[in-house]
């Protein structure tokens, strides 16, 4: 296959996608079944910024024109550790591998392996030669080069077992926003988006919010009303209560809608459920600040990402902002 074929195998993998087909919506319930915290509600999120950021044929020929990629790379056997946190999280790492012509060995996550595995598989269908250049296996022994997601101690493990290859290793990321008092209710709605989505559990939502000193919480709070039916979600309503029950019994001040806790902390990471908030004196030393976090995926707010685009990346926006195509040139 050349770069055209594989272009148009993805575009048309996106056309088979937005036809949401009886089997697709099968794949989404058993992927569902097997991690609770996979709605169908979000899978379909997932998918639909799949469909509409990285498999339209017109994004990809920008893409791949951007780094003038051609039918003479030299191909290397890649191997892949993907993360599990969101549905279909490691997408654009096999997006790019395939469409640099590459071959690669994916390492699915055990709380992943459903949604992805079927794609490839749709692939081998759509076109035979991709089992060629793809392969899903438990062990990435005789790699040329690596790319794994974890947490920050599973990346040590990946730095002892990957690291004298070419390798990109990932660790724990978050997002934060950075609010005025300004916002009108409907940047608040798309923000709360941006804290609920997927429960939080992905690097690129906001689990932590910057407020001027005089900030009023209520319409804030308001619009996560969108998102109280999380309650009603088992494993979501489990970590509310035992985060709300240490706040009460450490007697620490918080803030509530019955479904989300507001805690002040000057830590990034907050537990599923919660969203820290911290005040800030001047723009000019939070922008001083923020430039200096290693912590950051995304920074949300006026001047920043646009409110309710964090969880809509592009074929542009690279994890940890390591440039993975550039990587997959030069290793």
């Not at 997601?149 to 493990?157: C, K, L, R």
Request: hydrophobic content about 40%; proline content about 3%.
């Amino acid at each position: 296959m050349n770069l055209q074929n594989r272009i148009d195998l993805l575009s048309f993998l996106g056309e088979y996608l937005k036809q949401n087909t009886d089997e697709w919506q099968s794949v989404k319930k058993e992927a569902s079944a097997k991690n609770p915290w996979f709605t169908e509600a979000f899978i379909h999120i997932a998918t639909k910024n799949i469909v509409e950021k990285y498999l339209s044929k017109s994004e990809l020929e920008i893409w791949t024109h951007h780094y003038h990629l051609d039918d003479l790379i030299a191909p290397k056997q890649i191997g892949i550790v993907m993360a599990g946190n969101i549905p279909m999280v490691g997408f654009h790492d096999f997006l790019s591998v395939f469409i640099s012509g590459h071959k690669q060995t994916i390492k699915l996550s055990s709380k992943d392996d459903v949604l992805l595995k079927f794609l490839i598989e749709k692939l081998y269908q759509f076109e035979p030669q991709t089992a060629a250049f793809i392969t899903i296996a438990e062990n990435l022994k005789g790699c040329d080069a690596y790319i794994a997601t974890g947490s920050n101690q599973t990346a040590n493990h990946f730095e002892q077992y990957f690291g004298k290859y070419p390798s990109i290793i990932r660790r724990n990321k978050t997002s934060v926003a950075v609010l005025t008092g300004a916002e009108t209710n409907e940047e608040l709605e798309s923000l709360s988006k941006d804290i609920h989505y997927y429960f939080g559990l992905g690097c690129r939502n906001v689990t932590k919010i910057f407020v001027p000193e005089d900030y009023d919480f209520i319409t804030l709070l308001a619009s996560f009303h969108q998102f109280k039916h999380f309650r009603d979600f088992m494993k979501y309503s489990n970590n509310y209560d035992f985060q709300l029950s240490l706040l009460l019994l450490n007697n620490v001040k918080y803030m509530s809608n019955e479904s989300t806790l507001l805690v002040e902390n000057e830590n990034y990471f907050s537990p599923i459920s919660v969203l820290f908030y911290e005040y800030y004196k001047t723009p000019e030393k939070l922008t001083e600040k923020l430039s200096q976090s290693v912590d950051l995926q995304c920074i949300v707010g006026n001047g920043y990402i646009p409110f309710g685009n964090a969880q809509t990346p592009n074929l542009f926006s690279y994890a940890d902002g390591i440039d993975t195509m550039e990587f997959l040139l030069t290793c």
